[in-house]
């Protein structure tokens, strides 16, 4: 991109989540000031913890690193090919964690905070953003995550026309290292799989026996649980977001959901038991560098305190857990993207206002950043008079955000809307040539081998789109 050849007025970018943090990082790499607005720590969420920037709430992972067998492993390969700071900071504090990238969180909002603080062009000022952003600001990023303010949210509402949609997220707990009894759990990744900054043996696994397993989905059914923390009015309606159950609600579904979800055993080997594979597993994941903390894997729940306590310790190896962290639950929020949305990100009603993250209905953490990368990259090419080619809806970005503004099926003036926050898949990718649109995939060859085709082609079209970007400059 050309140098300008006077000041620019500066973007101003609200929430210094990661869809923030990323969307003021690629502004001010483009040669555009930027004023990131959070309101933490003076005004706090029910789920943060501290004022860093980028605070990780649920999880330490950014899933599968793999490109050529996990569709969010073709969006961080795609992240780092457009200098993403999330993933700079994710690579520079990864944690073991099998095929998975995790990161400590500790360090890894700290890096994003220093980074963002450090930038010339970047002002960070720590305010609530009071309703809509001043009329005299012409290009905004919202950026405000699930866990927008009130008063923001109300007036989002009043000017689109549209109640917001919502759906209840869950945070796992988190137990110390050791309290975890090592006598009878071991260490090992599924299938032995090493990963990003792993051995292989990167997971701690509690095995249950059958009777084991019953009686503790048994448990999680009949205890006691909290209601949920809200921003906003709550609706009895708001449902869950299915890639973040709560356990207990995973136990209703049926005895055998949760062994084929996250206590599934499979690919894993108890060497207690003479090497007997066990009937089901709880798998606890690295939570900082200094391996003291460990997470315990896909457990969010909505449990009150003392009934995590009582029935978490009935796991084989936590009986004297010491938890560092219980698991909570909150609303999040999400726009109607597809009817409220252009295809550049920005609010039909008024333009100015364009939005990243999480609210715009997008779910996990490296699709929310991703998502700030592009609102970026679009509000800075914008503000300097540039042309910004879509990303090809063949690139996992370009799928996702193809997802965001027009690609759900149903978008409905009248009644309950049916667009749902989802994370990135195979699904949103465009079919292979020569391929029949809903073709069933069989056989694990094949399967494979068709994500390895989505792969190709997404990095192949990504290159051809920042090639043509640079011949833009």
């Not at 909002?109 to 002002?123: D, F, N, Q, V």
């Not at 001043?134 to 905004?140: E, K, L, Q």
């Not at 696994?205 to 006691?224: H, M, S």
């Not at 306590?309 to 936590?318: A, D, K, Q, Y």
Request: net charge negative.
């Amino acid at each position: 991109m050309s140098e300008p050849s006077c000041p620019l007025a500066p973007i101003h970018v609200i929430g210094g989540g990661l869809a923030g943090s990323e969307a003021a990082w690629q502004i001010a790499r483009a040669s555009v000031p930027v004023v990131l607005h959070e309101m933490r720590p003076s005004r706090k969420t029910p789920a943060h913890r501290t004022g860093d920037l980028a605070e990780l709430v649920c999880s330490n992972s950014f899933r599968a690193d793999d490109p050529q067998a996990s569709a969010i492993g073709i969006l961080h390969r795609e992240m780092r090919c457009l200098d993403s700071l999330v993933m700079t900071a994710a690579d520079a504090h990864k944690l073991p964690a099998g095929g998975a990238l995790a990161v400590d969180r500790g360090q890894f909002s700290e890096c994003i905070t220093g980074k963002i603080c450090a930038h010339p062009l970047i002002t960070l000022i720590r305010e609530e953003i009071d309703g809509l952003p001043p009329a005299n600001w012409d290009n905004v990023i919202i950026a405000t995550g699930p866990l927008t303010s009130p008063s923001l949210a109300s007036a989002l509402g009043a000017l689109t026309g549209e109640r917001d949609l919502a759906f209840f997220d869950a945070i796992a707990p988190v137990v110390q290292r050791d309290s975890i009894d090592m006598e009878k759990t071991w260490l090992q990744s599924r299938y032995d799989k090493t990963g990003p900054a792993g051995t292989g043996a990167d997971y701690i696994n509690c095995p249950l026996t059958k009777d084991q397993y019953i009686a503790f989905v048994e448990a999680l059914v009949d205890a006691d649980r909290s209601e949920p923390h809200t921003l906003v009015e709550e609706f009895e309606d708001t449902p869950y977001f299915n890639g973040c159950l709560p356990v207990e609600v995973m136990a209703e579904r049926g005895r055998e959901t949760l062994r084929h979800g996250p206590m599934k055993p499979f690919g894993l080997t108890n060497p207690h038991a003479g090497s007997a594979k066990p009937y089901a597993v709880v798998q606890l994941r690295q939570d900082n560098a200094l391996g003291t903390l460990y997470n315990m894997v896909g457990f969010q729940t909505k449990l009150k305190h003392h009934a995590q306590v009582e029935i978490f310790r009935t796991i084989p190896g936590l009986e004297n857990a010491s938890f560092a962290r219980l698991g909570g639950i909150h609303r999040n929020t999400f726009l109607n993207s597809p009817k409220l949305l252009d295809g550049a990100l920005r609010l039909r009603a008024d333009p100015r206002l364009r939005f990243a993250g999480q609210i715009t209905g997008c779910e996990g953490y490296v699709e929310s950043a991703a998502i700030g990368l592009a609102a970026g990259r679009m509000a800075a090419a914008e503000r300097k008079g540039e042309a910004c080619p879509p990303l090809p809806p063949t690139t996992a970005l370009g799928a996702l955000i193809n997802h965001i503004t027009g690609g759900h099926i149903a978008i409905i003036d009248a009644g309950p809307p049916s667009f749902q926050p989802m994370n990135v898949n195979f699904g949103l990718f465009p079919p292979i040539a020569g391929q029949a649109h809903g073709e069933k995939t069989r056989g694990a060859e094949k399967g494979r081998a068709r994500k390895a085709a989505i792969s190709q082609r997404a990095a192949r079209d990504l290159d051809s789109w920042l090639n043509q970007d640079r011949a833009a400059e």
